[in-house]
C-alpha cells in the first residue's frame, strides 16, 4: 500500500498473555519508529530500527517488550506477559533516509492494545 | 535530545490566525524543528519543518528567530477542522535518530 499500515488495529487480550503487533511501512524506508500513546499523552518512543538493526532502544520499558526487524522491512513489536498499563495505542513510523530526506515521518493509524 | 515546552492548550475562532509557540533552549547545532498534527484516532502528520528563519508552505508558516531556542508556527484563518493537537519536535532529521514527541498543544477552534 502507499502508507504505512498497522495490524490489528485493535487487540484485546488478557493480562499475562502474548502479543504480536505488526508494522508495514512504506516501501523503501529504511528508518522505523515505534511509539506507544496513552490517552491525552503525547506519543512516547520506543525503538528506532535502522534498516534491520535497532539502532536506539532505550524507549523500551521492560524486557517484555521486544521489536525485531529481520528483512528491513516489516517490523514486529513483541509483549510478553501483558499487564493493564500497557493499555496503549501503538504507533508505528518510517522515515526515508536518503540523500533527498525532508525529516517527515509517516505514521500508521496504530494498534489499540487493552489488556483485561 | 532537545527537550521542548509548549502551551497545554489554546482556544481560537473560525478565521483567525492561530499562533503557537515552542521553546527549545538547548536546541543543537544539526537539529531542525518539526511540527506535527495529530487527529484523534489517527497518527501524527507532518506539517512543516524548518533549520532557521521563515519557511512556509500550503498549510502554515514556521518562524524561528536567529537564536533558535524557540519557534512559532502559524496556522492562518483556522477553521473547525484544524482542531487538533500540535506538537513540536527538535532532533536530527527523521532516519537519523530517535525523535521524541512531548506532549503538545491541544487547539480548540469554535465556529
Known amino acids: 500500500g502507499a502508507g504505512v499500515s498497522q495490524t490489528p488495529s485493535n487487540k484485546v487480550t488478557e493480562k499475562g498473555k502474548y502479543v504480536e503487533l505488526r508494522c508495514d511501512p512504506i516501501?523503501?524506508?529504511?528508518?522505523l519508529y515505534w511509539y506507544r500513546q496513552s490517552l491525552g499523552q503525547g506519543p512516547e518512543f520506543l525503538i528506532y530500527?535502522?534498516?534491520?538493526?535497532?539502532?536506539?532502544d532505550s524507549g523500551l520499558p521492560n524486557d517484555r517488550f521486544f521489536a525485531v526487524r529481520p528483512e528491513g522491512s516489516v517490523s514486529t513489536l513483541k509483549i510478553q506477559r501483558t499487564e493493564r498499563g500497557d493499555s496503549a495505542v501503538y504507533l508505528c513510523a518510517s522515515s526515508f533516509t536518503g540523500n533527498t530526506n525532508t525529516g517527515e515521518l509517516f505514521f500508521g493509524e496504530g494498534s489499540r492494545l487493552t489488556v483485561l | 535530545l532537545a527537550k521542548t515546552t509548549q502551551p497545554i492548550s489554546m482556544d481560537s475562532y473560525e478565521g483567525q490566525e492561530v499562533n503557537i509557540t515552542c521553546s527549545h533552549n538547548?536546541?543543537?547545532?544539526?537539529?531542525?524543528i518539526t511540527w506535527y498534527q495529530q487527529f484523534p484516532s489517527q497518527g501524527p502528520r507532518f506539517i512543516i519543518q524548518?533549520?532557521?528563519t521563515k519557511v512556509t508552505n500550503e498549510v502554515a508558516s514556521l518562524f524561528i528567530p536567529a537564536d533558535r531556542k524557540s519557534s512559532t508556527l502559524s496556522l492562518p484563518r483556522v477553521s473547525l477542522s484544524d482542531t487538533a493537537v500540535y506538537y513540536c519536535l527538535v532532533g536530527e532529521l527523521a532516519g537519523r535518530r530517535a525523535l521524541t514527541f512531548g506532549s503538545g498543544t491541544r487547539l480548540q477552534v469554535q465556529p
Open positions: 538547548n536546541i543543537a547545532t544539526n537539529d531542525y
Open positions: 516501501s523503501g524506508h529504511t528508518a
Open positions: 530500527f535502522q534498516g534491520t538493526g535497532a539502532a536506539d
Open positions: 524548518g533549520y532557521k
